[in-house]
């Protein structure tokens, strides 16, 4: 029975209940090189301790570019790329799971990295005169970027989006061969090297901008934020808020993850830093494997779209959009409060199902003592939300928060960063950054040949064409091309990808510029739940030792929030905070409703189970309330609160016809 596992639970937990994150040690290049766990040789130390100098340099280069200003724009953006191409090919082996050094595999692209950076550095100001004409040096370091850029994104993303880069830096010159819309007249390797390499509109493009001065800067702050123990507090957090509800450990793992993934930016590498802990604590209250991963899955790759740090495709759109990254986060923060909102709502639905109980409150750890002990933690989170209402820039509010978050260390000894750690933590910002520079590089590869080609103008009129002009149909086809390309791919490249592409036909249509950036970002995200290929979910799935499959359609269930959510920015404006405020408000309590309705729906559970005809009713108020007519939301708000009715009804009859039958 679920309430014997509660029980069971407690037994097991003798006073609080251990939330205790484990501590990560000798994870770093300058930690090994100075303690040796591994008793390597010195040469592999000297190695060690080289590429975790570079990391720290170019860690503190960044941080004085951002307060100083640094190198000129073009020479940044060629600096930064080469050095994490460097470290890529310095962290990430060739063969995954193989940790020895090939001297082929590993030391000629590391050769090759070492002399870009060498010739990106110093041919500066003379190569950006050459624009238009680039020389037979240009044409081999522009060749050997590319091919560095490939196989970094396929070290680190993974070789669906190395082919993918590939084709797209291929189609440049094979064009010509293409049928219909996909033909063109094909392009000289002077213009191919123009484009990629001279000019910022191929490798150097804005996803690369956007990474060398702001990411780069909020994944150095997320790394020195956990280094002083924020992950701990937040987990405690989570579970002295939620934990006695019924289905409290899902809940809390939604809470604490969410608020973790907002940080780090990446729904895989959280997954991968909660998961152990929080999928163990659902299994023991009652909750299956598979449906303890999904929520971990749903959880972590939700922080993606919830403010105020929402990783790097949040600010690649800002660059896209012209407009400001604080008001991005605003038209982020109602979808994102609705889509927890939801999953929550399913994981108590599932809870009430089963019967389970929340842990013991006794168990639990104190609110007060938790806000106590690290709660200051969170300021350099209001810093950056303040810096940035007030008009700074995410450069100006990512050095403060980092400086923010160093000063508040010092305040209690357990959180206080010593010269090693604060060494490490550098160190981990910038190797954390190596996969997601990658993909920006590869989509900045993807991106150059779209504007080369014309492609992006062309697809946009053929979709247009297919869709008939109408915008459902047309909505439906860039998902499904969002969900494609998001598959085995970081969000980044996914949303690169689409803004380049899609974002064109749907705005030339009718939809709004926002919207429709946020309709295929919100997709890209979703692609790490959506099976076939759903890394996220896969992840958590073997944390939990549940089915990968089964998972990644659990996480589609939970998460369903995500697939229903872009449709609604479309559609119903209120929940981008557009219109009245009466309006606004009507909308978002409506679409509030409606995504109740359906989680109550596709759960078969609201006051209690509920018969198919409920369920009919409930998908057909669903519909009703997330309309923008009154007279459609105000039936769909009826059948809701008639259906809620009828079972609060039937349960009371229920329990007192038990009541009559146990006193006769």
């Known amino acids: 029975m679920p309430q014997k596992k509660d029980k069971d639970l407690a037994k097991d937990t003798a006073g609080k209940i251990d939330l205790s994150l484990e501590k990560e040690t000798l994870t770093t290049n300058i930690e090994k090189a100075i303690y040796n766990p591994d008793q390597v040789s010195v040469l592999t130390r000297v190695a060690r301790l080289a590429t975790a100098l570079l990391a720290i340099g170019l860690a503190i280069y960044i941080i004085y570019s951002a307060a100083f200003g640094g190198l000129p724009s073009w020479q940044h953006r060629a600096v930064f790329t080469s050095v994490l191409l460097i470290l890529c090919f310095s962290y990430v082996p060739y063969k995954k799971g193989n940790q020895q050094w090939h001297w082929l595999f590993d030391g000629l692209p590391l050769v090759l990295s070492i002399f870009i950076l060498i010739f990106v550095y110093f041919s500066y100001p003379e190569v950006s005169l050459r624009q238009g004409n680039p020389s037979l040096h240009d044409k081999f370091v522009a060749t050997a970027m590319v091919a560095l850029v490939i196989e970094g994104v396929r070290r680190t993303v993974g070789l669906a989006m190395a082919v993918l880069v590939l084709f797209f830096w291929l189609y ?11 033909g063109h007249q094909g392009f000289s390797y002077r213009r191919m090297t123009d484009t990629m390499f001279i000019t910022t509109n191929g490798i150097f493009s804005d996803p690369i901008y956007v990474a060398s001065t702001i990411l780069i800067l909020f994944l150095l702050f997320a790394a020195l934020l956990l280094r002083t123990g924020a992950g701990q507090f937040f987990i405690e957090l989570a579970f002295a808020l939620t934990g006695r509800f ?3 450990p899902a809940l809390a793992s939604v809470l604490a993850s969410g608020m973790l993934a907002t940080i780090t ?5 959280n997954a991968t830093m909660t998961g152990p802990f929080t999928i163990p604590l659902m299994k023991k209250v009652g909750y299956s494997r598979n449906f303890s991963g999904a929520v971990e899955a749903v959880a972590s790759q939700g922080g993606q779209i919830m403010p105020p740090i929402m990783g790097a495709s949040a600010f690649i759109m800002a660059e896209y959009t012209g407009i400001p990254y604080i008001q991005i986060a605003g038209y982020a923060l109602a979808p994102a409060v609705l889509y927890f909102l939801v999953a929550g709502i399913v994981i108590y639905l599932q809870a ?5 109980e929340g842990i013991p409150r006794e168990q639990l750890p104190s609110l007060w003592a938790v806000l106590y002990s690290r709660g200051y933690l969170i300021l350099p989170l209001f810093i950056i939300i303040y810096m940035m209402v007030k008009g700074y820039s995410p450069m100006m509010a990512g050095l403060w928060a980092i400086i923010s978050v160093f000063v508040l260390s010092l305040l209690r000894k357990e959180t206080r960063l010593r010269v090693l750690e604060l060494l490490a933590a550098l160190e981990a910002g910038v190797k954390n950054s190596i996969s997601t520079v990658m993909a920006c590089a590869g989509a900045g590869i993807i991106a150059g040949s779209v504007i080369m080609t014309g492609l992006g103008t062309r697809f946009s009129r053929f979709a247009i064409e297919l869709s008939g002009g ?5 909505l439906v086809m860039i998902m499904v091309a969002s969900i494609i390309l998001g598959m085995g791919m970081p969000t980044v490249s996914a949303y690169v990808i689409l803004a380049t592409v899609a974002v064109g036909g749907l705005v030339q249509i009718g939809v709004p510029v926002v919207a429709a950036h946020f309709f295929v970002f919100y997709f890209g995200i979703m692609s790490g739940i959506t099976p076939p290929v759903a890394i996220t979910s896969y992840i958590t799935a073997g944390l939990a030792g549940g089915d990968p499959l089964k998972t990644a359609f659990q996480s589609l269930h939970i998460g369903m929030a995500g697939f229903i959510i872009p449709y609604m920015l479309v559609y119903k404006p209120a929940l981008l905070l557009e219109g009245s405020t009466a309006d ?8 509030a409703l409606g995504l109740v309705s359906f989680a109550a729906c596709i759960q078969g559970y609201l006051v209690t189970g509920t018969s198919l005809w409920q369920r009919v009713l409930l998908l057909v108020s669903a519909l009703f309330l997330v309309t923008t007519s009154i007279v ?20 009371i009859k229920q329990n007192k016809a038990q009541q009559d039958l146990k006193s006769i």
Do not use: Y
């Open 265 to 269: 930016g990446n729904g895989a590498a």
């Open 470 to 474: 109408e915008l459902l149909p047309m």
């Open 246 to 248: 019924r289905g409290g």
């Open 632 to 651: 459609a939301s105000s039936i769909g708000f009826m059948l809701l609160f008639g259906i809620c009715l009828v079972q609060w009804l039937g349960r």
């Open 352 to 356: 009430r199902k089963q019967r389970l």
């Open 172 to 182: 440049i010159f094979i064009g010509p061969w293409f049928p219909g819309l996909l």
């Open 584 to 591: 606004i408000a009507i909308g978002l309590v409506t679409a």
